[in-house]
């Protein structure tokens, strides 16, 4: 093994969050929706996820080699269309290398399963939110979907989860993926709060943040190095504040307002 091989490294993980939602802009779509609560994308979310997908290709200086994604329908076909501005060839949306990278769904990336997050009209009477793992798959772009993955979260929270549970999720997941693929970087596409927990969790300082644009999304890095036995030492994840404005990210420092949360993600 060469000397080369055990100098640091690092991991990098951005953690974006899902396109423009039709019922945020049709209010009318939801009177006859089957699934009021899986909304899917307008056309401009669609367009806003392939040019995203194009900026990261062109500003990230990293690759991304995996992708993770909440079962929610806006943030399935938000990663079809970041995936294709990542991947396709002369940015042409229907050609895809799929060797480029892999998508898994992850349940521990949903939404708040509250109602906080979801319209209490809008959710399940029962509160069994259903997904077919398959169907999910099908929506992502052909050829990407990696079936070998094991999802961190086997099954969907309860409905009615507090805040600070699913804060929690967010980091546990975040945490679990980064660990699981320590030398891949990976694009997880999730719902504002998952956002903005990946800003206020891993900032050096104490932060609210109050406002996540649609497909803003946050950096994550921290270093990495492979041992003699072939084990990987990993250092503390950093979010790296000076992009995230740029991208869409509001925030301020915890001492100057009460704290605040991101709603109907």
Known sequence: MSRDEFKPRYQNIVVMRHGDRIDNFEPSWAINAERKW?????E???????????????????????????????CLQTVAGVVSGLCSQNHDPTRIDPTILKVSVEYGLCEMLNTTAIRPAMAPEDGDFTFDISECEATLPRGTVDPTVEPVYQKLPRWEETVAAARNRYVDVIKALADKYPSENLLLVTHAEGVGVSVSEFAKEELTVYEVEYCAYSELQRSISLGKDNTYTTGTFQVLLGKVVETGISYYPVSSTNEDVPSES
Do not use: E, Y
Request: proline share 11%; net charge positive.
């Open 38 to 42: 899986d909304p899917p994308l307008v």
């Open 44 to 74: 401009a979310g669609k367009t806003r996820s392939f040019n995203t997908g194009r900026k990261l290709r062109q500003n990230l200086g990293f690759p991304i080699h995996r992708v993770f994604v909440s079962p929610f329908l806006r």
